[in-house]
């Protein structure tokens, strides 16, 4: 059977000086995602690219306009969703922005996020194998991690 994902983006906003990245502590209750941290973005709606996807979520979420992003990686995650739903990424790098990031959002607090710190945080399981591609300086990278019971069951990468 043919996959057919949810499909979302997720974007990693750096601070000026490129050693911070912008996060949400998801503190929701009932939020799939409570308690991680986690890049900013959401699901595609059906009249946007990618790009347009990413751009209206920073706006909803952090009220600000990226002025430069760039691709870093496509990730699949099969039966991912909370009821088993596939799910396809792009995940961005916003090298810059325009605007004021606020204290919150809905989801919960935004936090600026020191680089070398962000292994420490509470995340997806999953995110750990993938996260040091977002901010490498090598090629694109393309993945697939199926989820099992809420869990990476495997990873797979291409570098192009």
Request: hydrophobic share 40%; with cysteine.
């Amino acid at each position: 059977m043919p996959l057919r994902p949810l499909i979302g983006t997720l974007g990693y906003v750096l601070s000026a000086d490129k050693r911070r990245v912008l996060l949400v502590h998801r503190t929701r209750d009932g939020d799939q995602h409570q308690g991680k941290y986690n890049g900013l973005g959401g699901k595609l709606e059906p009249d946007e690219d990618v790009v347009s996807c990413l751009t209206r979520e920073l706006r909803e979420e952090a009220l600000i306009e990226a002025t430069s992003m760039r691709l870093r990686g496509t990730v699949s995650w099969p039966g991912f969703g909370t009821s088993g739903e596939d799910w396809f990424g792009f995940i961005f790098v916003i090298d810059a922005y325009e605007g004021e990031v606020p204290q919150r959002n809905d989801d919960g607090p935004l936090v600026w996020v020191e680089l070398d710190r962000l292994h420490e945080l509470p995340m997806w399981e999953g995110d750990r194998y993938w996260l040091d591609l977002v901010f490498a300086d090598g090629p694109a990278f393309h993945g697939v991690m199926p989820y099992v019971d809420g869990r990476p069951a495997s990873w797979s990468c291409t570098l192009l």
